[in-house]
């Protein structure tokens, strides 16, 4: 258990990366949402105003996840584990849910629309951390048991949040659940033959299966394998997202001179906004910011590793890696290497939901980095 007073003060250089990834958000969130704000409210700084209203909350949210100690949240591991699942049955299966652009992700609550695949992001791991620490896994022993909690319910949520349809977020939330069960003792075979499985399954689902679902999916796949072909339909969006990173060159065309933002590129401001961060600000500019987020999430990690206790360790370790996996995802969506899923650049692109389930990852381990000890242990996960 870690001691209760924090023994180090805030980590001034993973808060000096987080703020400087937001504020660069926040002036993208601005440039690239001007015109489609415009358009749709004939405001043009709508979105930038929404986001920096997200921020707010998501600033005071994160602040008290960082001044509670990180074991208190602890307690509603399994609770919050329980609310994320009933929205996400909620979205698909009661008239609480709200459709998009083909997609039912969003529960409306008090009249505001609420994601709940990005709370199930931060309950999943809270959840792990506990199961994982409560029952843990000793030289390969004793594995059933935190296997037999975890599997059946990562299971289902897996296919919850699938049938929405989101595939991107099926895949953070299925590769942040892979890495946490990694940092224990579990024997290796089981991920050795869990990989091939999940994804021939994966892929026997959307070849064979008839619904509307798979062939949303299908149709992604489709137009990821040859984009020019589906050019004027389906693969509109990257094509036109290569178009930007082609327009961009080397040093790009300047701040607020992108033209894929006037109607060209869907989703510039949210799922595509790193196209726009190409258009304008060329390789130099996208080089920039990857170093900006490869520089947070390696301070993260340093930081966490340092934790005095293995639930705080796995805590932070899976809040890491599940952003670091969603950027990861969104990077190579947005640069052509994978099918588009719809899933957003985390602290850069728009969004409410994402941007302050986000700042509370963040906050919480901000949170465990005070009680770091001065000495790096040599593994997450151990005891």
Not at 317 to 340: D, E, K, R, Y
Request: aromatic letters at 14%; charged letters at 15%.
């Amino acid at each position: 258990m870690a001691k209760r007073k924090p023994v180090q003060p805030i980590d001034f250089p993973l808060l000096f990366f987080i703020l400087a990834i937001l504020a660069f958000g926040l002036i993208m969130v601005l440039d690239a949402g001007a015109v489609t704000g415009f358009n749709a409210t004939q405001n043009t700084y709508f979105y930038v105003f929404q986001q920096m209203k997200w921020m707010l909350i998501g600033a005071v949210l994160a602040f008290v996840a960082f001044k509670v100690p990180y074991v208190f949240w602890r307690r509603f591991a399994g609770l919050g584990f329980l609310i994320s699942l009933g929205l996400l049955i909620a979205v698909l299966f009661t008239d609480a849910g709200v459709a998009a652009k083909g997609s039912a992700r969003w529960i409306s609550i008090v009249g505001v629309n609420i994601q709940p695949s990005e709370i199930t992001k931060l309950a999943i791991v809270l959840f792990y951390a506990h199961v994982l620490d409560r029952y843990p896994v000793k030289r390969g022993k004793d594995w059933r048991i935190p296997l037999g909690i975890l599997l059946p319910i990562t299971v289902l949520v897996l296919g919850l949040v699938y049938k929405q349809p989101d595939l991107g977020t099926t895949m953070v939330l299925a590769l942040t659940s892979a890495v946490m069960l990694s940092q224990t003792e579990i024997p290796t075979l089981w991920f050795v033959a869990a990989g091939p499985t999940f994804g021939l399954s994966l892929f026997y689902l959307l070849y064979r299966t008839k619904d509307q679902v798979t062939h949303y999916q299908w149709d992604r796949i489709m137009a990821w394998l040859d984009p020019w072909k589906y050019a004027a339909n389906l693969g509109y969006q990257i094509t036109n997202a290569e178009i930007a990173f082609g327009s961009g060159g080397l040093f790009g065309v300047g701040l607020g001179r992108s033209m894929q933002k006037y109607g060209f590129l869907p989703e510039n401001h949210t799922d595509m906004i790193f196209a726009i961060v190409g258009e304008e600000f060329g390789l130099v500019g996208t080089f920039f910011v990857l170093i900006l987020l490869i520089s947070m999430y390696a301070r993260a990690f340093h930081v966490i590793r340092e934790c005095p206790d293995r639930f705080g360790r796995l805590l932070g370790f899976g809040l890491t890696s599940s952003l670091a996996i969603q950027t990861t995802i969104n990077l190579a969506v947005v640069t052509g290497v994978l099918p588009v899923t719809g899933i957003t650049l985390p602290l850069i692109s728009y969004g409410g939901s994402s941007l302050v389930i986000t700042m509370i990852e963040l906050g919480l381990i901000l949170n465990i980095a005070r009680y770091r000890k001065t000495k790096s242990v040599t593994s997450f996960s151990e005891s």
